[in-house]
């Protein structure tokens, strides 16, 4: 495949989970192998948060992003956000992430979720991470709440900024994510079967605001339905990609790998051929 000539970052992974108790070394030389030479490993509440950090000690290729998923809201505290502004200090850590909104599932109750998520984007803010977002059915809401947070923590030092991750492109929400200064993120679902309906949304994304992704172990690519998936199947993503926008995959993987570079501050490792450390 010719983009596995670049280095592409998984902007989405959870590496941190179960499914990669086995063969955790195995999936990040594959990784590299296909052309992912970063994959950013996002936990879901303090214990994942801390799994990704120590992966991400282990691994150079691998970077960490620390936060409570909407599922996992019941158990945010001010004392559970005042350890995360600790771990998110870490040298490996590059965002907070990832939060958000599921009023999908509503594994946890909304009220929760909402400040959770307040909580977190203050943090964000003070600590001038981007922020990961998860949205299931709550796009008002979320809007909403992302405008906010935008606008008052707007200043010289502020940067408010952030990816929502998945993006749906079967909604024009993505104007407003868009305007707030917002990426959008997508994964190998893009290829799912009924998928078409959401391209001319996603070919409106700017080039220099689309980020891509696996969300492994979840949402494989198509030709592996009910598999897990893994973040050397990300390239699959880059040619599904470009041929929706009729480009070709090495400007796609070129233009997202640098989109990702800038959001989440990541230096290259010249000569290495991989992205290691922070640039604060
Ligand atoms: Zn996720």
Redesign the pocket.
């Known amino acids: 495949m010719t983009t596995t000539a670049l280095c592409m970052v998984d902007t989405?992974a959870?590496l941190d989970m179960r499914a990669f108790n086995n063969d955790r070394g195995e999936v990040t030389a594959r990784a590299l192998d296909a052309g992912v030479g970063t994959i950013i490993t996002?936990g879901t509440n303090l214990n994942s948060s801390k799994r990704a950090i120590e992966i991400a000690e282990k691994h150079p290729e691998v970077l960490a992003a620390v936060g409570f998923h909407p599922h996992d809201a019941t158990a945010v505290d001010k004392a559970a956000i005042a350890t995360l502004g600790e771990i998110a200090r870490h040298p490996r850590v590059v965002a907070i992430g990832?939060l958000g909104l599921d009023f999908y599932r509503d594994y946890s109750p909304r009220e929760a979720q909402l400040q959770a998520m307040k909580w977190q984007l203050e943090l964000a803010a003070k600590l001038e991470l981007p922020v990961i977002i998860?949205c299931r059915q709550a796009e008002r809401v979320m809007i909403d709440l992302l405008c906010d947070w935008v606008s008052l923590y707007k200043g010289p030092h502020g940067q408010c900024t952030g990816v929502i991750?998945c993006f749906n492109g079967h909604n024009d929400n993505a104007r407003r994510y868009l305007d707030m200064g917002f990426c959008l993120s997508l994964g190998a679902y893009i290829g799912y079967p009924g998928a078409a309906s959401t391209y001319d949304v996603i070919r409106s994304i700017p080039e220099d605001r689309l980020l891509i992704e696996t969300?492994c172990p979840f949402l494989p690519p198509q030709s592996h339905r009910g598999k897990r998936n893994e973040p050397s199947y990300l390239p699959l993503t880059i040619e599904l990609l470009a041929k929706i926008k009729g480009k070709p995959s090495e400007e796609v993987a070129r233009k997202t790998t640098g989109n990702a570079l800038r959001l989440f501050h990541i230096a290259k490792n010249a000569g290495k051929g991989s992205f290691r450390g922070v640039l604060r």
């Open positions: 989405h959870h996002v990832e998860h991750h969300d």
